[in-house]
């Protein structure tokens, strides 16, 4: 036991002024580690010192990675891009007061209620993940997402809002312009809006760089406003700018508070002292448990329901920074290291048993919030709250896995507020940026994504190609091979077969399926497929 406290306190990072705590003693490392690999720190301080005065650390794409100047503009390489973040801050703010006071209002004149966020990964799930855990019963304004193409999705969300479309505002999210599924997002929300009498773009806003696809076509439709991106903030270390604050703004959240907590996070975090640099210890946890090589499963277990989505969230973060194929110099390494999560106590009831006894091929990062409710908790049972039994349930769970041999992490903060949030998002994103430089990658591009959506384009192609055919043939019907022939010796059958059925089970489509007599139902492949009369 004394051993265990001693370790505890040896190796315990607390800082009041954020509320944080970081807990490293549950890894398995020895003492010589933290000072052998300062060889290894003192390099990649004077790299994050380079990163922030705006050295290309984005080299595939010539970019600088600038999330950091969003908190501190001061310190960004140019007068020019300090006075735009403190500009675009101004009129996040001054367009919420707009919004709240109901200077700005629908089209018929009625004041906004609801803020409909329209975008995907970084545009959605920061934003997204902290209006969860900030949402109280009387805010400004209720958020809404739509963050995928999924039809039955998008009615799901619009349905929601039909009573009230008058009052609602859209925001639209894409940084290039030309993500897709932002695109398809933006579209049906724009019938929606002309289904029931309304124009989508006196209810509408953007945020995109200047000069893009949305951005034209804003100007030329006349939207209410337009908030600007930079090519030198990734999608997924967004949240701090217009993509996460006029949302958050909009929904009554203190947005300076949130970026102060990230500033003080980051002037924790530029520290070349070891052990007083809270992502330099975290990131190092992170090498000692994969021993750089990734391949290991990091579980996170946030203890309590505010924090439910971070998950998610952190999984964009850590997995589209970290999952590389090759690093800085070329080499083949197959990097990554795989994130997933439930918040506890939910987790006992669910895959608990497979971390205790299943394979040792993870390590747990629990978050602990100390502060129950903003009320008073009643005694429940065994004179406790259930707040003492949320707790004990992090403690015992967290034992158990030490018991077991496993590792885990305990991130503390005090409570849940804007600057301990802040705080949070810096420190794991300052964490992913040293990790990083450790295993000589780079964090900040994302090319098997680019691969996903040249491979999706290559599927829609294919599947109008299919209908045209099959339209311009009506009358004849084509067993599957025969179709491949038909369109291209190029045509895989597999993808050919998921079209079909894709197309057959949405009568819009206009495409058909026809069964031989002898075919039996459980013979899909050798049915025919024509275009409906």
Same mark, same amino acid.
């Given at each position: ?214 951005? *034209? ?6 939207? &209410? ?12 270390? =967004? ?127 629990? *978050? ?8 008073? =908790? ?103 091979? &025969? ?48 275009? =409906?009369?």
């Amino acid at each position: 036991m004394e051993d265990n406290w001693l370790r505890f306190s040896r190796y315990l990072f607390n800082n009041e002024e954020l509320g944080l705590q970081l807990d490293i003693s549950k890894v398995k490392f020895e003492e010589e580690y933290l000072s052998a690999m300062e060889t290894k720190m003192q390099p990649i301080y004077k790299l994050i010192g380079e990163l922030e005065r705006g050295e290309i650390f984005n080299p595939d794409e010539r970019r600088m990675v600038g999330h950091y100047w969003l908190r501190s503009p001061e310190l960004a390489p140019s007068k020019k891009i300090a006075e735009e973040i403190y500009s675009t801050l101004q009129t996040i703010k001054q367009f919420a007061d707009q919004v709240h006071s109901g200077i700005l209002r629908g089209e018929k004149g009625l004041q906004f209620k609801n803020v409909l966020v329209i975008g995907i990964g970084g545009s959605s799930l920061g934003p997204r993940f902290l209006s969860e855990a900030f949402k109280k019963p009387l805010q400004k304004l209720e958020l809404f997402f739509i963050d995928n193409t999924d039809p039955d999705g998008m009615d799901r969300v619009l349905d929601n809002l039909k009573n009230e479309l008058d009052q609602t505002l859209s925001i639209v999210i894409s940084k290039s312009g030309g993500t897709i599924e932002t695109r398809n997002g933006m579209e049906e929300t724009r019938i929606f809006y002309r289904q029931n009498g309304l124009e989508f773009t006196k209810h509408a806003v953007c945020i995109t760089q200047a000069g893009s696809r949305l951005d *034209l076509k804003r100007i030329e439709e006349n939207w &209410l406003m337009a908030f600007p991106m930079w090519d030198w903030v990734g999608g997924r270390t =967004s949240v701090l700018s217009a993509v996460g604050l006029l949302p958050l703004a909009l929904q009554g959240i203190d947005i300076d508070r949130l970026l102060t907590g990230a500033r003080k996070c980051d002037e924790l975090t530029r520290s070349s002292l070891t052990r007083d640099n809270p992502a330099a210890l975290l990131a190092l946890m992170w090498y000692a448990v994969t021993e750089g090589r990734g391949g290991k499963e990091m579980v996170i277990l946030p203890y309590k329901d505010r924090l439910r989505l971070l998950t998610q969230y952190l999984q964009q973060l850590i997995m589209e920074s970290l999952g590389k194929e090759t690093d800085l110099d070329g080499s083949v390494i197959h990097h990554g290291i795989s994130v997933f999560g439930n918040k506890g106590s939910t987790d006992q009831h669910s895959y608990l048993q497979q971390l205790l006894d299943g394979p040792d091929n993870f390590f747990v990062t629990f *978050l602990e919030v100390l502060k129950d409710r903003d009320r008073a =908790s009643v005694k429940i049972a065994e004179n406790s709250t259930s707040g003492d039994y949320l707790h004990a349930f992090l403690l015992g769970t967290r034992k158990a896995l030490t018991l077991k041999g496993r590792q885990s992490i305990t991130i503390t903060i005090r409570e849940i507020n804007e600057m301990t949030l802040g705080g949070l998002l810096a420190l794991f994103e300052r964490t992913v940026s040293i990790y990083a430089l450790l295993i000589h990658i780079n964090a900040y591009h994302q090319p098997a994504v680019e691969l996903g959506k040249k491979m999706a384009d290559e599927v829609i192609v294919l599947k109008n190609g299919v209908i045209d055919f099959l339209h311009a043939n009506k009358g004849n019907k084509y067993p599957i091979q &025969l179709l491949a022939e038909k369109l291209g010796s190029e045509v895989d059958l597999e993808t050919l077969f998921k079209i079909l059925q894709h197309l057959v089970n949405n009568p819009d489509s206009g495409i058909r399926q026809v069964k031989n007599k002898e075919t039996s139902k459980d013979r899909p492949l050798e049915i025919f497929y024509q275009a =409906s009369e």
